[in-house]
């Protein structure tokens, strides 16, 4: 039985892989901290409506990279997956024109950390209740 049939699972599927992606797009930034005239990047947040376009699949996955040098490659701009990420704006700039605010993005890692142990939770609860459902619950 494939789970990602089931909507529910799917769109928890959907949310996790936002997540993990978002959680890429933070570190970088949080790596860049130091770097002059870096950018500070975000993901461009899920909405409800794309995902239920691509659960009906409407939409495909394509990564894009770009690289400043040869020698280097980095998320600084493109897709990724199907969400797009651009750079962040209203943040204060440093003198040497880098936009990370190290306690801003902290703030964020937590709260995508948050978010990604509530999603797991759902499915969990869920996985649970399948189980229940058809009888092979081992009375946890």
Same mark, same amino acid.
């Given at each position: 039985?494939?789970? $990602? &049939?089931?909507?529910?699972?799917?769109?928890?599927?959907?949310?996790?892989?936002?997540? @993990?992606? &978002?959680?890429? !797009?933070?570190?970088? /930034?949080?790596?860049?901290?130091? $770097?002059?005239? #870096?950018?500070?990047?975000?993901?461009?947040?899920? *909405?409800?409506?794309?995902? !239920?376009?691509?659960?009906?699949?409407?939409? $495909?996955?394509?990564?894009?990279?770009?690289?400043? &040098?040869?020698?280097?490659?980095?998320?600084?701009? %493109? $897709?990724?997956?199907? #969400?797009?990420?651009?750079?962040?704006?209203?943040?204060?700039?440093?003198? @040497?024109? @880098?936009? !990370?605010?190290? *306690?801003?993005?902290?703030?964020?890692?937590?709260?995508?950390?948050?978010? #990604?142990?509530? !999603?797991? /939770?759902? #499915?969990?609860? &869920?996985?649970?209740?399948?189980?229940?459902?058809? %009888?092979?619950?081992?009375?946890?």
């Amino acid at each position: 039985m494939d789970l $990602t &049939n089931i909507p529910i699972m799917a769109a928890l599927k959907q949310r996790l892989g936002w997540l @993990n992606h &978002n959680q890429s !797009v933070i570190t970088e /930034n949080i790596s860049q901290a130091d $770097t002059p005239g #870096y950018r500070a990047k975000e993901l461009d947040k899920q *909405e409800f409506s794309g995902l !239920v376009e691509e659960l009906s699949g409407g939409k $495909t996955s394509s990564v894009q990279m770009r690289s400043g &040098n040869a020698r280097h490659m980095d998320l600084s701009g %493109g $897709t990724v997956g199907n #969400y797009r990420i651009s750079e962040a704006k209203g943040r204060e700039e440093s003198p @040497n024109g @880098n936009s !990370v605010v190290l *306690e801003e993005e902290m703030m964020t890692l937590a709260n995508n950390q948050m978010e #990604y142990g509530m !999603v797991i /939770n759902l #499915y969990k609860k &869920n996985l649970g209740l399948l189980k229940k459902a058809i %009888g092979k619950d081992s009375g946890r």
